[in-house]
């Protein structure tokens, strides 16, 4: 089965600074997608961004890029520029063949202004 | 984009009572839709994955009777919490894979549900 950790609960990030939220990841499948979504305290999970496996080239959406490393399966996002409204639970995810997504625990991000 | 609309977003009901949630894909058909419970600061646990016409398929540890989930058609989804109780009351979200599998996934705005 696959798992997905996120062993940082919480992280706290200065305003305009940059942070990074790591996530790894154990798979035994070839194929496969990564996320990390945004739950805001509105609860709506909102996608920040995606990486295909296949995919070599790191995604990156405007502040948002990934570093993924396959080989370590590991999936860190970085938020840079960080914005009041950055602020929110991050959820790292994994889906592969059975379309199930498996979410990590989850990290709280703070934002200082 | 692809939206997934969830109602109700918030319902109290007594105990014993029965509440049913549902999700509707508003411009596109989904054959598949997932349910998710989430309590306060945790993480989502995937409970059910809903396949239109045919049964549920229930993750470990879920009980099928309590939680009847039914996709009656292409863009409707609906689970009913049977006979609730107070450990019922959770934050249940449904999701369904976006058209054509960009790879994505869209949730609804959940439904907080609380059992008195």
């Known amino acids: 089965a696959q798992t997905v950790t996120q062993s940082q609960p919480e992280m706290s990030v200065q305003e305009a600074e940059t942070v990074t939220l790591s996530c790894t990841y154990d798979?035994?499948?070839?194929?496969?997608?990564l996320f990390w979504y945004k739950q805001p305290p509105s609860r709506q999970m909102i996608l920040v961004i995606r990486?295909?496996?296949?995919?070599?080239q790191n995604a990156t959406e405007n502040r948002f890029s990934v570093n993924f490393q396959k080989a370590a399966k590991s999936f860190s996002l970085k938020i840079s520029d960080s914005q009041l409204g950055d602020a929110a639970m991050y959820f790292c995810a994994y889906a592969g063949a059975n379309s199930k997504l498996t979410f990590g625990k989850g990290i709280t991000l703070s934002v200082r202004p | 984009g692809a939206v997934v609309s969830q109602h109700p977003s918030w319902v109290i009901c007594k105990s014993g009572t029965s509440v049913k949630i549902e999700c509707r894909s508003l411009?596109?058909?989904?054959?598949?839709m997932f349910w998710y419970r989430q309590f306060p600061k945790q993480s989502l646990m995937l409970m059910a994955t809903s396949n239109e016409g045919s049964k549920a398929t229930y993750e470990q540890g879920v009980e099928k009777d309590k939680f009847l989930i039914n996709h009656a058609s292409l863009t409707l989804s609906t689970l009913t919490v049977t006979s609730a109780h107070p450990e019922d009351s959770s934050f249940y979200i449904c999701s369904a894979r976006d058209p054509g599998f960009s790879g994505g996934y869209t949730f609804g705005s959940g439904t907080r549900l609380t059992v008195v």
């Open positions: 798979t035994s499948e070839s194929d496969y997608y």
């Open positions: 990486q295909e496996a296949y995919k070599q």
């Open positions: 411009d596109f058909q989904a054959t598949t």
